[in-house]
């Protein structure tokens, strides 16, 4: 995997601590990936990404729609020349449309979906973003299933195509609460709720009266409610009874143990690095050291998939910006030294040194 990165370098460069002028966020998300920086504003910038999408299988790119067809790169050019070419274009709205040109971050489609102010109704605070940016991983995985689905075509055909892939679609469809809304307008309750313990919040799985009906059969609580009383009030009754047995236990063992025997999905409301105590990601090695550009190793989380017979995983560090130029251009285009350097001092390539 080549990344094309810009000359005034990834905003992802300037997103948490830095180590060797490389900021965890960059690692996390590009480790392993070879980089070549190419300034596309250069007479022979554009040029010399036309020849890397004639040789490339994929592409796949972020920008606004329209930016890359100022530059000659949009898909009807470079499927001209490239007719087995995968294409994925990820935007917040789409390629085209009433709202395609509009500028497109997480929070944006968090905000226009409907997910902030959900999540605000249900804390009945104000709303605010999630500090996970979970409308760009959305897409991404969209993208790349969408990708894998486009490739087992072209084996199929011959004949690679374009993916229109829009932000706000793959937000939404992964959205298991947007039928609530489709359907009348409201929103159900969550599929969770956290109580306080004695040890620390728990989240427990589940509509209340099925966690109600579950601490009746196994556990032996009584509905304090008399009868004939009104349906609020029962329910009033029941959350504090529930709510009050929660906060009983002395220790998470016994806790957790009375929601098993209740046969309830329960976790633990973790916080900071409590996170990667957890011994499943331990045992999964779910986190692995990479080298830090300076002489020592940084820690950041692995590949998720673990296949029975293929290899996967972090195959390398973060690229220092540009340092692939010459390799790349070698595999790809054939291109010697004596052409690289010509390249770069036609400022076409730049190196982190260019950048600084």
């Not at 606004?64 to 294409?87: C, H, K, Q, T």
Request: with cysteine; hydrophobic share 40%; charged share 25%.
């Amino acid at each position: 995997m080549v990344k094309v990165e810009p000359p005034e370098g990834d905003v992802t460069r300037q997103f948490g601590l830095k180590r060797g002028n490389q900021t965890g966020y960059y690692v996390q998300w590009n480790a392993g990936k070879r980089n070549v920086s190419v300034d596309l504003r250069s007479p022979g910038g554009p040029d010399l990404v036309r020849r890397l999408a004639g040789a490339a299988d994929v592409v796949v790119e972020n920008f606004r729609p329209g930016v890359l067809a100022s530059f000659g790169l949009d898909w009807e050019r470079l499927s001209a020349e490239n007719s087995s070419l995968v294409m994925l274009s990820i935007s917040g709205f789409g390629q085209d449309g009433p709202e395609s040109e509009r500028a497109a971050y997480a929070g944006i489609i968090h905000a226009e979906s409907g997910w902030l102010a959900r999540q605000a109704d249900y804390t009945g605070g104000p709303a605010f973003d999630s500090r996970l940016s979970s409308a760009d991983t959305t897409a991404g995985l969209h993208g790349l299933v969408a990708l894998l689905a486009a490739l087992r075509v072209k084996e199929a055909t011959g004949v690679g195509q374009h993916i229109d892939l829009a932000m706000i679609d793959a937000f939404l469809g992964t959205d298991d609460y947007a039928h609530w809304v489709l359907d009348d307008g409201t929103v159900g309750q969550g599929a969770g709720e956290i109580w306080p313990t004695k040890t620390g919040p728990v989240i427990v799985m589940g509509d209340f009266r099925w966690i109600w009906k579950c601490a009746t059969r196994f556990l032996g609580l009584v509905d304090p409610t008399s009868e004939g009383a009104e349906l609020t009030e029962k329910v009033a009754n029941r959350r504090k009874t529930w709510g009050d047995f929660m906060e009983t236990f002395e220790t998470r063992a016994d806790l957790t143990a009375a929601l098993d025997k209740a046969n309830l999905a329960w976790g633990d409301v973790k916080e900071g690095k409590e996170v990667f105590d957890s011994p499943t990601l331990a045992d999964r090695k779910t986190v692995v050291s990479v080298d830090d550009r300076v002489g020592g190793t940084r820690p950041m989380v692995q590949s998720p998939y673990r296949f029975s017979v293929s290899e996967s995983g972090v195959r390398g560090p973060a690229a220092i910006q540009g340092e692939h130029n010459s390799d790349v251009l070698a595999e790809w285009l054939g291109l010697d030294d004596a052409a690289v350097v010509e390249l770069e001092q036609s400022c076409v390539l730049v190196t982190e040194e260019d950048s600084t």
